[in-house]
Nanobody
Framework: VQLQASGGGLVQAGDSLRLSCARSGRTFSRYAMGWFRQAPGKEREFVAAINWSGGSTYYADSVKGRFTISRDDAKNTVYLQMNSLKPEDTAVYYC???????????????WGQGTLVTVSS
């Protein structure tokens, strides 16, 4: 499974941004997908996850109500819609795939390269 994240950029506080993660390789629809982020000087942290069917989603408290994870299996892509962005959302964002939803890195054997999101105040 190869994952390619995109959509990062420089935005102002309060703006919105949508990240995409395109998958190639094994059947995408069988995998749970997650988004993680790593801010400068900090450890990578869980952001959001979606199960294989798209019927269940999970969010870190820090993004709940502002971020939405979704998937389009026909396009082999998972999205992270980020609204009301804050400077503290600045980080490199990574997408990951695993056989089940998990809130930790250990649950995802497949990772994409990161995409940088910078939110200015």
């Amino acid at each position: 499974v190869q994952l390619q994240a995109s959509g990062g950029g420089l935005v102002q506080a309060g703006d919105s941004l949508r990240l995409s993660c395109a998958r190639s390789g094994r059947t995408f629809s069988r995998y749970a997908m997650g988004w993680f982020r790593q801010a400068p000087g900090k450890e990578r942290e869980f952001v959001a996850a979606i199960n294989w069917s798209g019927g269940s989603t999970y969010y870190a408290d820090s993004v709940k109500g502002r971020f939405t994870i979704s998937r389009d299996d026909a396009k082999n892509t998972v999205y992270l819609q980020m609204n009301s962005l804050k400077p503290e959302d600045t980080a490199v964002y990574y997408c990951a795939a695993g056989t089940a939803v998990a809130g930790t890195e250990a649950g995802y054997p497949y990772w994409g390269q990161g995409t940088l999101v910078t939110v200015s105040s």
